[in-house]
């Protein structure tokens, strides 16, 4: 691997720390009083709509900063060394047409690496990697919008993973997907080398995790093992109609 | 109009600088317009013809789909200049249009989009003087061009719900019913994929994407 500033190295021992997070938009709050240091290797964030778990994700590399509290990723403020945060932390979202920016795929996932300053040659060399990685390596020069649905999420993973993140943010990355693109999705990854956290509505994609947060009404509700988590988010939902 | 989107195929067009493409296209237009003779103006092209198919080896498809999105344009046209000017005044103004619209096919055909982007961003970098940033402009137009066929995507989507609900598919009232929906699409779309810009560190130095008072949960 080349050397480069932005190539980030995970520091488990430190972790993502939040210490006390709220956030609010205008008089409306969405998360309260989270207080969690994440260092396992697979964090799954569970919640029902509107619980404040894509808000909690967005915190994780600064795309929301909190009104409340603090975040740090292996020891850097969310608020002051935004950039460092971002390159240590990758964001993969739900709808892959939404942060897909290029007209064709290998252009795609260069931007990343362009932001980044990698030279030319190097970029062409970690692009080239990335799409024989995901199958995408005879896409390279198509028009992004004529993939399939499954293409396009690997596609907006392929952009993230160029540029090497140590820790990679995911959120509800199977929810538009077919049965067998989210398998595909799902054993991406658990394949990953990188520490993960995935808010997800699918809780077969939480098989192997570590650890899973269930959030409600802005809440950190339950924080556990898989099983015990959903089973906590199962009664949760139970009692509502 | 179609987007010609670029064909990877390996000939010298291909290789050619996007600069060097672009000036040709300038050439082209200035040569059709400032000598309006038929046998110039036909023998140009030619020359594109030859270029983008011969050449080149694009697909005639593609070519043919560039004139199909024009043609009723051209005819219009040439009704028009028919009835003022005379028939060889209407072929020489449908010629003209034609080999600028298969000329610029050619070049956006034959030439990534980052090689154009670059290009684009060279020629305004003398801007950087009054505070523009060239690579924004740059990331501006690759955008336009990645978000064209979405936004057409969303649109057709709007339609077909509408019209499973027994809405109007076609005239006004079509468009007016599809215009407000794709309107709040379209600016959710724009939300996330600035958010997007920020996680791949398209602008790491400024603060969140998210506007002030903009929930999400």
Redesign the interface.
Known sequence: MAEHSTDAVADPARGIVLTGVGHTYGSRTVLADVTVTLTERRVGIIGANGSGKSTFARLLNGLVVPTEGSVTVDGLDTRGQLRAVRRRVGFVFQDPDAQIVHPTVAEDVAFGLENMGVPPAERAARVGEVLDRYGLTGHADHPAHLLSGGQKQLLAIAGVLVMRPARIVLDEPTTLLDLLNARRVARLVQELDQSVVVVTHDLALLGGFERVLVFDAGRLVADDSPAAAIDTYRSLMAGRT | MTLA??V?VASPVHRAPAGVKLLALIAVSVVVFAVPTLPVVGGVLVAVLLTGLGIARLPAALLGRQVRAVVWWLLALAVVTGVVGGVASAALVVLRLLTLVLAAAVVTATT???ELVAVVEWLCSPLRVVGVRPARIG?LI??T??FI??VA?RAERIRDAQAARGGAVRGIRAWTTTAVPLLVQVLQ?AH??A????????D??A????P??????
């Open positions: 989107l670029y990877p990534r989009v980052t990331l690759a955008m061009l990645r066929p979405l995507e779309m996330t994929t958010e997007a810009l920020d996680a791949r560190g398209a790491d130095d603060p969140p994407a998210r002030p008072g903009r929930g999400r949960r």
